[in-house]
């Protein structure tokens, strides 16, 4: 990959940004389809946003995505803002423009991109959307868009998923989506659902938990989106599929809505089904490689507790009632 004093200059910004997955994605992108271009990682603490805009606009790069917890906080300084965006309330991509940047969102096209590769139909589904957060807006955002057919909101606090159905439903003006308590979920009046899994309940590290628990409740899922992609099965994936459902994470939404901003800087371009296929093994190997460190740390962290605390057997495999060394 050859980079020129005349690349496009684009990245990621975010607090941290240390962990992102974008940087491998884009310049891949890149160096196959021959473009002289650079996406770098920006770490931008919370209260220089508005600085940060300013800069880099002043260094000319053609744009950025927007990651966490800056979605909102970038909107008061860009020029225009997409209509799903403003819809949505969070911009995840910046395209430059005379005088500064246009907000996009491209987290729900990519989520329907996502779903659609898998072989997922939205359209006249009965679906479940838990959560009532940023990721789950985009995500009812998309399942009105393409008109699911009902969307049931479960989250712990009724009041915000009564507002996320409310808010959607006045935007696309029908009564599609209605808001449950998490805990309301055997009142559930269909038979089988498309669900979207959107809180950050079983994300590494805290694996292991779903935020239903109980197999009935699954037994109604016929397929599942976990927006979560470490690990690459959460425990509610499992959930889905004990109870004979399809199940499948959110790495593929995070690839999509990155395909679709790479081509807002790039109009003239397209990312083959292909690319898209050669990038998500990359990303899994990362993912896999990562796990693995961190699964090396925390078992090293854990014999040490071990040590200290003088159990009988550490994970060293040493017994902690001898003395290490002669």
């Not at 995840?92 to 329907?112: P, Q």
């Amino acid at each position: 990959m050859t980079i020129s004093g005349k690349a496009m200059v684009c990245g990621v910004m975010g607090n941290p940004v240390g962990h992102s997955l974008s940087p491998m994605m884009q310049n891949y992108f890149a160096e196959k389809l021959n473009l002289d271009f650079v996406y770098i990682p920006c770490n931008v603490p919370d209260e220089q946003v508005g600085e940060a805009i300013k800069g880099i606009y002043a260094l000319g790069f053609e744009g950025i995505n927007v990651t966490v917890p800056h979605k909102q906080r970038v909107m008061p300084y860009l020029l225009e803002i997409d209509e799903a965006a403003r819809c949505i309330g969070a911009v995840n991509t910046l395209v430059r423009m005379e005088g500064g940047y246009k907000g996009y969102n491209t987290d729900a096209e990519g989520l329907f991109r996502a779903v659609k590769r898998q072989g997922i139909e939205v359209s006249g589904q009965d679906c479940l959307l838990l959560g009532a957060g940023g990721a789950a807006k985009a995500a009812a955002y998309m399942l009105m868009k393409h008109r699911a057919r009902s969307v049931a909101v479960l989250n712990r606090s009724p009041e915000k998923a009564r507002i996320l159905a409310d808010e959607m439903n006045r935007l696309f003006q029908r009564e599609t989506m209605k808001a449950m308590d998490l805990s309301e979920y055997p009142r559930l009046d269909k038979d089988s659902y498309l669900a979207i899994q959107t809180t950050s309940v079983g994300m590494h590290p805290d694996i292991g938990y779903a935020v239903i628990e109980d197999p009935i409740f699954y037994e109604k899922i016929h397929t599942a989106v976990d927006i979560i992609y470490t690990p690459a099965q959460t425990r509610f994936m499992e959930l889905v599929k004990q109870g004979k459902g399809k199940a499948v994470n959110g790495l593929d939404m995070l690839i999509y809505q990155g395909i679709i901003a790479f081509e807002l800087w790039n109009p003239d371009v397209r990312v083959t089904d292909q690319m898209t296929d050669e990038v998500r093994k990359m990303m899994e190997e990362q993912l896999y490689r990562q796990d693995g460190m961190e699964r090396f740390k925390n078992d090293a962290e854990e014999c040490n507790t071990h040590r200290i605390y003088g159990s009988r057997k550490n994970l060293c495999g040493k017994d902690a009632g001898k003395k290490d060394g002669p």
